[in-house]
């Protein structure tokens, strides 16, 4: 009971603190007003990756969290609200994908619990990111997708699917791969 609670008053605790920060004006991290002149330069269909100049220089990031981000831009108006929202939405499909990926590994729901509390417990020593305008929280959901639809449905229909969500983690920070192909040896393995 005290992990479940626990637990419960860590996700509430994030969650909280997300909703209240996601409407404040300015930026709440380095590097958000930057990922906002991106999204802003794809929904006036401008280049991303274009000659360094006074007014823009891209980051080294692949364009998928763009593109997504901009999706939410384009209803909601540019600025940081549409870009932590999804940060925001995207934390909490982490959220889920640990509680599944766990009780389905252990067969326990109450682990599942206790792993996402876990994982909530880390936003203040991680610097707050999970709910920012950066693509960080957009990333690991796709990562934990592909993981999970990996391990969950062995058929070829599976793989593929786990191999489009790898490519789009990849598509959205290079960082993927480092993760992806140790899985990707991992099965090749396993399979012989």
Known sequence: PVLVGLSAAFVLTYVFIALYRMR?????EWMEGGMVDHVRRVLEGKPIYAKPSIEFVSFLYPPLY???????????????????????????????LLLVIVRRE????????????????????????????????????????????????????????A????SAAFLTKQSALVIVAPLLIYLVVAEL
């Open 24 to 28: 404040y004006p300015f930026e709440l």
């Open 66 to 96: 763009y593109e997504a981000a901009a999706v939410f831009a384009g209803v909601l108006g540019p600025g940081f609200l549409p870009l932590r929202l999804l940060s925001f939405l995207s934390s909490i499909g982490v959220f889920a």
């Open 106 to 161: 252990t067969g326990s729901v109450f682990a599942g619990g206790v792993a996402v509390g876990l994982f909530a417990a880390t936003y203040d020593r991680v610097g707050g990111w999970f709910d920012i305008a950066r693509l960080d929280s957009f990333y690991l959901m796709l990562l934990l997708a592909g993981i999970f639809v990996l391990r969950s449905f062995r058929s070829a229909w599976g793989a593929a699917a």
């Open 163 to 166: 191999g489009l969500l790898f």
